[in-house]
């Protein structure tokens, strides 16, 4: 990320799920706060009629598209599983990389039992408080943690805060890995492993080898790589699977899924009109701490 700057590629997702609410019939994924929440450039796209015209058509929605699914779906499913956790009893969020996530504005007085953490980078997350207050009181189960993963471990972050290491607790790590080098990542959940208790789990979204796309998926990744360049948030971390699934079962990990962009788009996408899918550029993977 570029110092000083908060994050453009999360007011990018931002305005993706907003389009997605404005524009989808059947939306898979619903944030009504995220057009509010994103930058007012994208604001301004997402209001010309032109832009909303192109970003809506079946030529958009078979190419490009790809992210709004990638960005949608991967919401829809961390809190599809965020929902079971809560139902088993957890009591902690950590939406690490929290971005411009509305969890905390959609569902925290839904949920007044569970405690919230938002881990981000400080100059994103100051961005994001701003913003926050715009829309009243922030609500008093919401925590903001602040992190800079290159920097810091996140067990160090979070013990600066109220989490409670002995209960059981839910990460969710969406959009972040891509842009972090794949060391960083694999340190991460390592930190994630020494602070969380046995049972917690962990949902996240990585990037696979790009040379293993071909056709729309590979020029869709080249330009998502391009665009994210420029917004001097380059891609970095990219993983193959079987390698990921050794290295965090030696951290102490268990995985419970790894559902490819396939798979995701037969959950979430399946026979859409509107063609919309998931890109098979990136997976999400579930874990859990033994
Ligand atoms: C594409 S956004 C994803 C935001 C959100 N999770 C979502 O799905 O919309 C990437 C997030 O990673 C965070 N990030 C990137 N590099 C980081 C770093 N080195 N330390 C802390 N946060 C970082 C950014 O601040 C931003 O919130």
């Not at 604001?43 to 970003?55: G, I, N």
């Not at 925290?108 to 701003?130: G, M, S």
């Not at 969380?196 to 071909?214: H, K, P």
Request: glycine share 6%; net charge negative.
């Amino acid at each position: 990320m570029k110092d000083g700057q908060s994050s453009r590629t999360a007011e990018a997702a931002a305005a993706l799920r907003a389009n997605h609410l404005q524009n989808a019939e059947n939306p898979v994924f619903s944030d009504p706060f995220a057009f509010e929440l994103t930058s007012k450039g994208w604001k301004k796209l997402l209001t010309t009629p032109f832009t909303v015209k192109l970003m809506n058509s079946t030529v958009f929605n078979r190419t490009l598209g790809l992210l709004t699914g990638q960005v949608v779906g991967r919401s829809r499913y961390a809190e599809d599983l965020l929902e079971q956790a809560i139902q088993r009893g957890t009591q902690q969020y950590v939406l690490v990389g929290a971005g411009l996530d509305s969890f905390t504005l959609r569902q925290a007085q839904q949920y007044p039992n569970l405690r919230i953490f938002e881990v981000d980078h400080p100059d994103t997350q100051a961005a994001k408080q701003q913003k926050l207050k715009e829309f009243g009181e922030i609500p008093t189960n919401v925590e903001f943690v602040s992190i800079d993963f290159e920097k810091e471990s996140i067990a160090d972050a979070l013990a600066r805060s109220g989490f409670q290491q002995e209960q059981a607790a839910f990460f969710s790590w969406l959009g972040t890995t891509h842009y972090l080098e794949p060391q960083t990542t694999l340190h991460t959940l390592s930190s994630i492993a020494q602070i969380a208790s046995e049972g917690s789990e962990v949902v996240l979204d990585y990037s696979i080898d790009y040379r293993e796309l071909d056709g729309v998926e590979r020029f869709g990744s080249l330009f998502v790589s391009q665009f994210t360049r420029f917004l001097k948030e380059p891609l970095k971390g990219q993983f193959r699977p079987k390698d990921l699934h050794q290295a965090v079962n030696e951290i102490g990990y268990q995985v419970i899924e790894d559902l490819s962009g396939d798979g995701l788009s037969q959950r979430y996408f399946h026979q859409r009109p509107d063609h919309i899918r998931h890109t098979i550029a990136t997976h999400m993977l579930h874990l859990c701490l033994k």
